[in-house]
Each structure stands twice: as C-alpha cells, then as structure tokens.
C-alpha cells in the first residue's frame, strides 16, 4: 500500500487500511458509510473531495489525526 501512495496511484487511507490488518468493510463500519464507498476513497480523485467530517471518520478509526491521515510527507520520512 506505501508503496501506491507513495507513487500516487493511490491515497494514505489505503495504506493506514493495510498497515492496520482491515477490510473495507471494517473501516465502513467503524466510519458508519459502505464498503465501496471506503474502496473509493482510496482512490486520488476521490479522497481529494472528502469533507472534513468524512477525513475525521476515518482518522477516528484509524486513531490518528486528520492531518497524519492526509500528509504523504509523513510516508516518505518512515522509510523503511
């Protein structure tokens, strides 16, 4: 998943879905939306028009702030 985002073929969402063992449909639960809506927003095009309320969800869930869930910087500096 890093390795997507970190090319830009894919959002921070899905690599904090990977780096946390889930599914899309665990993280729809616990971010009250559907699983397909979870796979979209792994997408650029998509993730780029999430509200503020939608990006604190899935910060929610993942237990981070929205800021450590949008900032790719922070990807590129935990190089691994």
Do not use: Q, W
């Amino acid at each position: 998943g890093r390795k997507k985002v970190l090319e830009g073929k894919a959002t921070p969402l899905l690599y904090h879905i990977k780096k946390n063992i889930m599914t899309y449909s665990i993280v729809a639960g616990y971010a009250s939306t559907f699983s397909f809506m979870v796979k979209l927003h792994c997408y650029p095009y998509f993730f780029k028009k999430l509200s503020r309320k939608t990006l604190e969800k899935y910060a929610y869930t993942f237990r981070i702030s929205v800021e450590e869930l949008t900032d790719i910087e922070l990807l590129k500096k935990n190089d691994r």
